[in-house]
């Protein structure tokens, strides 16, 4: 019988070097996880997951042959099985906890004194299984039995390092704002969240004026501005008569040109996504200020931008700033396509509801460690830590031995002002869409008859 460490040494890649052994034992004994004499323990089950998640979220037959590990694909899926959901998510925010220190004290992490982080939504796929399907539901427009389950992703970046503190599955259909309180809890007084116009709400302003969290998000499309000063609103509850076309918001005062601060009411329903009793303990109104600049960039599709946020102070956080910094937040997407297309997330493997949330814990462990060494890597390299490519950390996460010094890695061009055109260059393979489940179409193809006729998908 091989020993821990005997068995982490076989499981070769530099994951234990970042995530030492001493931490999965910690966590393992404050939830209890048996430790029965067996090959596959907890802390050797969750390496294994790691590395199967490091490889591309590889198949078990090819994740043994990496490791040379001597065990079975049933063993190893009730090992994960044994891994509760609870201890893959604490691994999550252990792993954050150890990649944070990288981040606290430099100073160039910080946006005018304060920390900064990007509120999205996105989605991830997964197989077809009825409990999926039950749980996240899938896209419109599909047959019965002709799609697969998909779940809506919340997730929460570290605005300058690029961490994922918050990556939260939901059925497809929930608004991002549904779980967006749940992002504020690992946030301190004086952090700034930053996010696209659905974040943009009262009761979103006040929850995070409540926490002593400043917020910044772009105009929701329904929310009408206007910056003539001293103009009439129509006020909170139903608008009166010769009233309809005002804003809701009462005028304060002017900070600049199309520059305002501007006192938003309690609206009278509590939206969907919010306790009722939550909702009451809200104030009845928000400071917050309005602000709208032009984007001249060549190649944006947003000409005009218009902003609302809870930085209320034009000498502290002047216009330009603050546009600055919302226009940092696409980087949420590069984030993105390194999460789901680079490592993997965008089609999960597990067949279960708990699985796929185990799963997700432990590509965000992943992807913090290779943000980790790109922040180590910046720091010898003297560039900023967004410019490391993260491909070639993930690279060197991968095939490096435990105790290996870290090479210099490539480091991207800085290029301001790119874009590209939102289009495909490779083509599809010319087959037609699933219109009818597979068994029905493989009876057709074993006698040579049409299918039963419906409605196209």
Same mark, same amino acid.
């Given at each position: 019988?091989?020993?821990?460490?005997?068995?982490?040494?076989?499981?070769?890649?530099?994951?234990?070097?970042?995530?030492?052994?001493?931490?999965?034992?910690?966590?393992?004994?404050?939830?209890?996880?048996?430790?029965?004499?067996?090959?596959?323990?907890?802390?050797?089950?969750?390496h294994l997951?790691?590395?199967?998640v490091l490889e591309g979220n590889t198949p078990i037959a090819e994740l043994r042959r990496l490791t040379k590990f001597p065990f079975s694909g049933a063993a190893y899926c009730e090992a994960r099985q044994r891994l509760s959901l609870a201890f893959c998510q604490r691994l999550h925010f252990a792993a954050l906890g150890l990649c944070r220190p990288y981040s606290e004290h430099d100073r160039d992490a910080r946006w005018r004194g304060h920390r900064a982080f990007f509120l999205d939504g996105s989605s991830c796929s997964m197989p077809d299984t009825a409990e999926l399907q039950d749980e996240f539901g899938q896209p419109g427009g599909?047959?019965?039995?002709?799609?697969?389950?998909?779940?809506?992703l919340l997730v929460q970046f570290d605005a300058h390092h690029g961490y994922l503190h918050r990556a939260l599955a939901a059925p497809l259909r929930t608004h991002d704002l549904a779980h967006a309180a749940v992002t504020h809890e690992g946030l301190r007084p004086g952090d700034v /969240?930053?996010?696209? !116009?659905?974040?943009?709400?009262?009761?979103?302003?006040?929850? &995070?004026?409540?926490?002593?969290?400043?917020?910044?998000?772009?105009?929701?499309?329904?929310?009408?501005?206007?910056?003539?000063?001293?103009?009439?609103?129509?006020?909170?509850?139903?608008?009166?008569?010769?009233?309809?076309? /005002?804003?809701?918001? !009462?005028?304060l005062k002017r900070l600049g040109q199309?520059?305002? &601060?501007?006192?938003?009411?309690?609206?009278?329903?509590?939206?969907?996504?919010l306790d009722p009793k939550d909702y009451e303990k809200l104030p009845a109104s928000v400071v917050a200020r309005e602000l709208r600049v032009k984007v001249k960039d060549p190649g944006c599709r947003v000409k005009v931008l218009t902003l609302v946020t809870t930085l209320l102070n034009p000498r502290l956080y002047p216009k330009w700033a603050l546009a600055h910094l919302y226009g940092a937040r696409w980087g949420v997407e590069t984030n993105l396509k390194h999460l789901k297309q680079t490592l993997g997330l965008d089609v999960l493997r597990c067949r279960s509801r708990k699985g796929v949330l185990k799963e997700l814990a432990m590509f965000a462990v992943i992807y913090n460690l290779v943000r980790r060494v790109m922040t180590e890597a910046a720091r010898r390299q003297q560039v900023k830590p967004h410019r490391i490519s993260f491909a070639d950390a993930l690279r060197w996460l991968r095939a490096a031995d435990r105790g290996e010094e870290l090479p210099p890695l490539v480091v991207n061009p800085e290029r301001p002002g790119r874009h590209?055109?939102?289009?495909?260059?490779?083509?599809?393979k010319a087959y037609t869409w699933m219109t009818k489940p597979r068994a029905v179409l493989r009876e057709a193809l074993l006698h040579k008859t049409s299918p039963p006729q419906e409605d196209a998908a």
């Open positions: 019988m091989l020993s821990i460490p005997q068995a982490l040494t076989r499981i070769k890649g530099n994951v234990p070097e970042y995530l030492p052994e001493a931490t999965l034992k910690r966590l393992c004994r404050e939830l209890q996880l048996p430790f029965r004499d067996r090959l596959l323990t907890p802390v050797v089950t969750a997951f790691l590395r199967q599909q047959a019965e039995g002709c799609g697969f389950p998909v779940a809506h /969240l930053a996010g696209d !116009r659905a974040f943009c709400s009262f009761a979103h302003l006040a929850l &995070l004026q409540r926490r002593g969290v400043f917020g910044l998000f772009r105009a929701h499309q329904r929310l009408l501005i206007s910056f003539e000063e001293r103009r009439p609103h129509a006020g909170p509850g139903r608008a009166k008569p010769g009233q309809a076309g /005002l804003p809701r918001s !009462r005028w199309d520059d305002q &601060l501007v006192e938003y009411f309690k609206p009278a329903e509590c939206p969907d996504w590209e055109p939102r289009v495909k260059k490779r083509r599809a």
